[in-house]
């Protein structure tokens, strides 16, 4: 049950950054593109998660599979705190 769970996390993190970025290359709002490397980061995660967990269960793969999440939210940040026009 749990492998549903983390497969629906990372499924909806990916149509987030999809839909983010399709409004972001009609729209050109830079706020929709720092968004969409947000959720980006986020999707890594949950495959990185998937694979720590279910492929090699032996092996801690925390640090790296943590990695795109962080990036993700510091790239979010960084075009929240450079975006002149919010």
């Known amino acids: 049950m749990a492998d549903v769970v983390f497969g629906l996390c990372a499924l909806t993190s990916l149509v ?9 290359r009609r729209s050109r709002a830079r706020l929709l593109f720092w968004s969409s490397l947000c959720f980006t980061g986020l999707f890594l ?4 998660l998937i694979v720590d967990l279910r492929v090699f269960p032996d092996v801690d793969l ?9 990036i993700g939210v510091a790239l979010f940040l960084y075009g929240m705190a450079t975006d002149k026009s919010i």
């Open 16 to 24: 987030c950054a999809f839909l983010l970025w399709r409004g972001y």
């Open 45 to 48: 995660n949950n495959v990185m």
């Open 62 to 70: 925390a640090v790296w599979r943590t990695l795109p999440a962080i």
